[in-house]
């Protein structure tokens, strides 16, 4: 698996993923990357929440998530994520367990809990 992050100019900086080309900056034109870090956390269980639903013909309108973040004052880091499933009216009671458990599933969420290593280094282009 490989993504390719380009220098397209100015202050972007883009990332490349198959025919993908997600746009970052840090002057507000475009999401900065820990934005999108922290989006991907709530998008991630909202796919899974949303796969629960659609699975068992459970309504999903008025359906949403909201991501609330805790920062440390101490280390000025984030120490604490909440998930608030918000549930429409009329969902049934008996799924409400099972979509936190669908929620909890997030690829995102378990790579935070169980983070892989890192190797940053550095190589020349060869030029052709």
């Known amino acids: 698996m490989e993504m390719q992050i380009v220098f397209p100019g100015g202050a972007r900086v883009d990332a490349i993923s198959g025919d993908m080309v997600i746009t970052t900056n840090q002057d507000g034109t475009a ?8 989006a ?9 929440v949303l796969s629960f639903c659609l699975q068992r013909g459970l ?7 909201i991501q609330r973040m805790n920062y440390s004052p101490v ?12 549930l429409p009216p009329e969902f049934p009671e008996k799924y409400k367990d099972a979509v ?29």
């Not at 999401?31 to 922290?38: I, M, N, Q």
């Not at 991907?40 to 899974?48: F, M, N, Q, V």
């Not at 000025?76 to 499933?85: G, N, R, S, Y």
């Open 100 to 128: 936190i458990r669908a929620a909890s599933q997030c690829a995102v969420k378990k790579h935070l809990e169980h983070p892989p290593t890192f190797d940053v280094h550095t190589s020349v282009v060869q030029m052709a």
């Open 40 to 48: 991907s956390i709530g998008t991630c269980a909202g796919i899974y």
């Open 31 to 38: 999401p900065a990357p820990f934005g999108l870090f922290l």
């Open 59 to 65: 309504p999903t309108e008025n359906l949403r998530i």
């Open 75 to 86: 280390t000025h880091m984030i120490d604490h994520i909440e998930l608030d499933i918000q």
